[in-house]
């Protein structure tokens, strides 16, 4: 006799990665209301931890902590916490009273599955039902699965979930897994499944994995969460699950229940937060990847898709599952520090430029707006031009300075006459091999750490002049950035270089890293702004 699907809405457990488990307690309190009206079987209302409870956070002490939160509780519904297999004391865990929650789901990782069953044996003594959740499924062989499902059916949890912690599955991936376990695992035992949608596959693989089970008459559980809400890539949504098995498993789910949760509480998050598919996700996906390895390349250094591929693929597998900063910092900078010998560039750039002032055409919308004021600063003048990591067509330059790769492409395919006709100073980042009209700089020459947005292409060019002694320098369309990038440049096409939107912390970075270079200036050189800029320090 088959069974109807169950679905786990996990959003306040895994939101809590988005959020650092800040809900609030109008919020945690509303969703699981709407949860309940709704008629999700189960509801995940958090993690246990050690520390003690925070109000109006998902990180929960001890099972008291959650019963401020609950609104006359369902006795059709389950309310469950998560826990770590290792990183919760099982002594601050009381007996189940029946006031808060029901059950406790347990995850483990990859090779340590015995020591997260052992965790479910002890949860179970006290009275709770027990869920398990094994990490990174998709790195278990088939005598794995088989000595997992062995060892599961000692304790006789409610379900075993496989998850697909990287989102690299497909759905043999998936048939592969389901069919050892439903072979081994004890019948009562349902089997679950948490998807994370690095490949667009969440949604998908939900419905192939209720069909899967199906066919086989076990009891299915899903993840799922309000917009998808969790870490990285996210999950799959909750709206979409449940309207899917409404529609195609006869299950009743309120689907206005679901709205209102997402019209009342979710879409703050989604205007302040950012979660879901993304193509830096997508490699994590790819590569079996933790997604920390892709937030660390994206916040610290802005890392091109390109360039980030490339850094993840030169880990090892064992460390692409676990997530070494400094050891991702040290690929990054093998990747970045590409050598070339540069003294005879700076020399040519050097004699080429002699005494003669430098203008700098930073891309900000001012050299659109001002542009009748900066030609004629052009024309009275006659400074050497130097195109900063972009083209405006309006212009025409002696140089382009381009640091990053997916600006060096933009201009060659967007500007493709003008950017063959115009020399170009690259850095080592981009090519070691200039072709012709290029010339290669050092990246280290030119960039400074110590900010989390080091890599600004005007202040690298001025680091640039400042080695090749230039005396006088003007800069136009260095305006600072505004909170819609669009509103930030000539041209609203030319790619995104500030993926997370920190708009404010990256302006005041630039500003600090102007005053820097101002501080260690030559003796002598004179720098001014022809437009108005953020970072003007008379404006």
């Avoid at 945690?28 to 709407?34: D, E, L, N, Q």
């Avoid at 676990?322 to 590409?338: F, G, P, T, V």
Wanted: with cysteine; proline share 2%; glycine share 4%.
């Amino acid at each position: 006799m088959n069974r109807k699907p169950e679905l786990l809405d996990c959003t306040l457990r895994d939101g809590a990665y988005i959020v650092d488990s800040k809900f609030g307690t109008t919020v945690m309190k509303g969703i699981i209301k709407k949860m309940q009206e709704a008629n999700i079987d189960i509801i995940e209302c958090g993690w246990l931890k050690n520390d003690p409870h925070e109000v109006g956070t998902t990180f929960f002490h001890t099972p008291s902590d959650l019963e401020q939160y609950l609104f006359d509780k369902n006795e059709n519904t389950i309310y469950t916490v998560m826990i770590d297999w290792d990183r919760y004391d099982l002594d601050y865990l009381p007996e189940k009273n029946g006031k808060n929650i029901d059950a406790i789901r347990v995850v483990f990782p990859y090779e340590k599955y015995k020591e997260g069953i052992n965790i479910g044996c002890k949860i179970k003594e006290k009275g709770y039902q027990v869920f398990f959740q094994a990490a990174n499924t998709l790195a278990y062989s088939d005598d794995d699965l088989i000595q997992l499902a062995m060892e599961v059916n000692h304790v006789s949890p409610v379900s075993l979930s496989v998850v697909d912690t990287f989102g690299a599955m497909y759905s043999d991936d998936l048939d592969r897994i389901v069919s050892t376990l439903n072979k081994y695992l004890n019948r009562e035992i349902k089997l679950g499944f948490h998807s994370h949608n690095n490949q667009q596959l969440s949604f998908a693989l939900t419905m192939h994995f209720i069909e899967l089970l199906e066919e086989t008459g076990r009891g299915a559980v899903v993840d799922s969460s309000l917009c998808g809400m969790g870490r990285g890539a996210g999950n799959a949504t909750t709206e979409l699950v449940a309207n899917y098995l409404n529609r195609k498993h006869h299950c009743n789910f309120d689907m206005n229940a679901i709205m209102d949760a997402i019209d009342m509480y979710m879409e703050q998050f989604q205007e302040n937060y950012m979660w879901g598919y993304s193509t830096r996700y997508f490699i994590a996906g790819m590569y079996c990847c933790h997604v920390n390895n892709i937030a660390y390349l994206m916040n610290n250094h802005r890392t091109t898709a390109k360039d980030m591929r490339n850094i993840i693929a030169s880990l090892s597998d064992a460390e692409r599952i676990k997530y070494d900063y400094d050891l991702l910092e040290k690929k990054y900078l093998e990747n970045q520090n590409r050598l070339v010998e540069d003294e005879n560039t700076l020399m040519c750039l050097k004699q080429e430029i002699g005494e003669r002032e430098v203008l700098l055409i930073a891309p900000g919308k001012s050299v659109c707006i001002e542009e009748e004021k900066i030609k004629k600063y052009i024309q009275t003048r006659n400074p050497v031009v130097i195109g900063v990591n972009a083209i405006i067509p309006n212009y025409e330059y002696d140089y382009l300075f381009i640091m990053n790769l997916v600006r060096y492409c933009y201009a060659k395919e967007a500007y493709a006459e003008q950017f063959e006709n115009t020399k170009k100073i690259l850095l080592s980042s981009i090519k070691t091999i200039p072709e012709k009209d290029e010339m290669i700089v050092n990246f280290n020459r030119v960039i400074k750490r110590g900010w989390k947005y080091f890599d600004n292409a005007v202040i690298d060019c001025l680091r640039l002049l400042e080695q090749l002694r230039i005396k006088n320098i003007a800069i136009a369309g260095f305006d600072g950035f505004r909170h819609k990038y669009n509103e930030s440049y000539a041209d609203s096409s030319l790619p995104s270089l500030n993926p997370n939107n920190d708009w404010d912390e990256l302006n005041r970075e630039i500003k600090d890293m102007l005053e820097d270079f101002r501080a260690s200036m030559n003796l002598g050189t004179k720098l001014q702004f022809i437009t108005e800029s953020e970072f003007d320090q008379e404006c």
